[in-house]
Nanobody, 121 residues
């Protein structure tokens, strides 16, 4: 069973918007952080946005002001609203979940299979 299931990817024109969604399956253990990563062709996977229990959110500089992450800790879902998309946002987007300890170490990381976002006219 895939631990995290993403949806919402697709083709969008530059300047357009897209919303990604991710849900954790029953097989996923305790988590306190959910995030979105992306990997563009020929590039390393990078953190796009994360949401930690307590309302702590982080964004990559390249998406600040354009993307918004929202998480429902009870339902164990996380969404990523992406606005003002450019070709630089074209990538496979991966959902991530884990338990983040106070010392910064991560336990039990889970990944989704990824969903492709293509920004092109």
């Amino acid at each position: 069973q895939v631990p995290l299931v993403e949806s919402g990817g697709g083709l969008v024109q530059p300047g357009g918007s897209l919303r990604l969604s991710c849900a954790a399956s029953r097989g996923v253990g305790s988590i306190n952080i959910m995030a979105w990563y992306r990997q563009a062709p020929g590039k390393q996977r990078e953190l796009v946005a994360s949401d930690l229990d307590g309302g702590l959110r982080k964004y990559a500089d390249s998406v600040k002001g354009r993307f918004a992450i929202s998480r429902d800790a009870v339902k164990r879902t996380v969404d990523l609203q992406m606005n003002s998309l450019t070709s630089e946002d074209t990538a496979v987007y991966y959902c991530y979940a884990a338990w983040l300890d106070v010392d910064g170490s991560t336990r039990f990381p889970y990944w989704g299979k990824g969903t492709l976002v293509t920004v092109s006219s």
